[in-house]
């Protein structure tokens, strides 16, 4: 069955640079890669997903990337803010799975003033 | 519209006892899944709930049982409460937009087990 990796568990990054958050997959089948932020107290926010038709995706400071070949994804955070600091999930599933959703193990990111 | 909504918020329960959990979706989602969540753990896939049927399960003992109503409203009950079932339960609906399904979370219900 799929498997998906995620790291750093932890990322602490100053207040205006940007941070990078890989994810890896073993099922070739995956086509639907959701990103989800998880601030403290509140259930998880679907903030960005990417389909396997497309290898980049942007919206405003957050971008995903998805390698195919290297069966990799990673998302982007540029000129990160305080309200970035939360945890991230990546997920990832296809059809083949009965759409159910993999998760990677989450990373905490901190955004240092 | 109305976010995913679950009841209650917060509950306190002793061990050995059993207990029920809330999930209403969005309107118009007949995907509803649950998750547990413990302290510096990742998402733990319980079950989803599609029309009704049980479509996924993830790995969890028997203790751990769901349904889902005409409404596409959910419950899920654990029996014989253990010390280590004090966690977050998140409930998730989701959408089947363009051949793939996102899944909008609750804020959880937050379970501890004394």
């Known amino acids: 069955g799929e498997n998906v990796e995620q790291h750093p568990s932890t990322l602490s990054v100053q207040e205006g640079d940007s941070a990078v958050i890989k994810c890896t997959y073993s099922d070739s089948a995956s086509n639907y890669f959701p990103w989800y932020k998880q601030e403290l107290g509140k259930g998880p926010q679907l903030i960005i997903d990417?389909?396997?038709n497309v290898g980049e995706k942007k919206d405003q400071r957050i971008a995903v990337t998805l390698n195919k070949t290297a069966k990799h994804f990673s998302l982007h955070i540029t000129e990160t803010q305080p309200e970035d600091s939360a945890v991230y999930f990546c997920a990832a599933t296809s059809r083949d799975s009965n759409y159910q959703l993999i998760w990677g193990a989450g990373t905490k990111l901190i955004i240092k003033p | 519209k109305a976010g995913v909504t679950q009841t209650p918020r917060y509950l306190i329960k002793t061990r050995g006892q059993q207990v029920t959990l809330s999930c209403s979706p969005i309107?118009?989602?007949?995907?509803v899944s649950w998750y547990q969540q413990t302290p510096g753990q990742g998402l733990q896939f319980l079950f989803e709930?599609?029309?009704?049927?049980?479509?996924n399960k993830g790995n969890f003992p028997g203790r751990f049982s769901g349904r889902q109503f005409s409404n596409s409203r959910s419950e899920m009950n654990v029996s014989t409460l253990e010390l280590g079932d004090s966690a977050l339960y998140l409930c998730?609906?989701?959408?089947?937009?363009?051949?793939?399904?996102?899944?909008?979370f609750g804020p959880g219900t937050r379970l501890t087990v004394t």
């Open positions: 309107s118009g989602h007949r995907s």
């Open positions: 998730a609906s989701s959408l089947f937009s363009g051949g793939f399904y996102e899944q909008y």
């Open positions: 709930y599609f029309s009704e049927t049980q479509r």
């Open positions: 990417i389909r396997s």
